[in-house]
């Protein structure tokens, strides 16, 4: 979700909470926090409870890395995702 996107505009679950996320932004991250058994696991849950495909996901996802309001909201689960992207960004 963009800050210049008019209220009428946003997806449900988009509303911004006290700390400037959305619900689903706030989900995201969530999602992130926990540890996967094994692959298509992650990518069911993100179907069932989020209601989005695997690949908006990870779109949102790699948004909110560059989000510092989710730095503020999660700093180590944001910190350690930085850190795979850029290992992954230097290995190309």
Do not use: C, F
Request: aromatic fraction near 4%; hydrophobic fraction near 30%.
């Amino acid at each position: 979700m963009t800050d210049d996107q008019a209220p009428e505009d946003q997806e449900p679950g988009d509303r911004p909470g006290a700390e400037g996320l959305s619900e689903r932004d706030r989900a995201v991250l969530a999602m992130e926090r926990r540890s996967w058994p094994g692959p298509g696991v992650k990518e069911r849950a993100v179907r069932e409870q989020l209601g989005i495909s695997p690949v908006r996901y990870y779109q949102l996802l790699n948004a909110l890395l560059d989000d510092t309001r989710a730095l503020a909201h999660d700093p180590v689960t944001v910190n350690r995702l930085r850190r795979v992207r850029d290992a992954r960004r230097s290995r190309r």
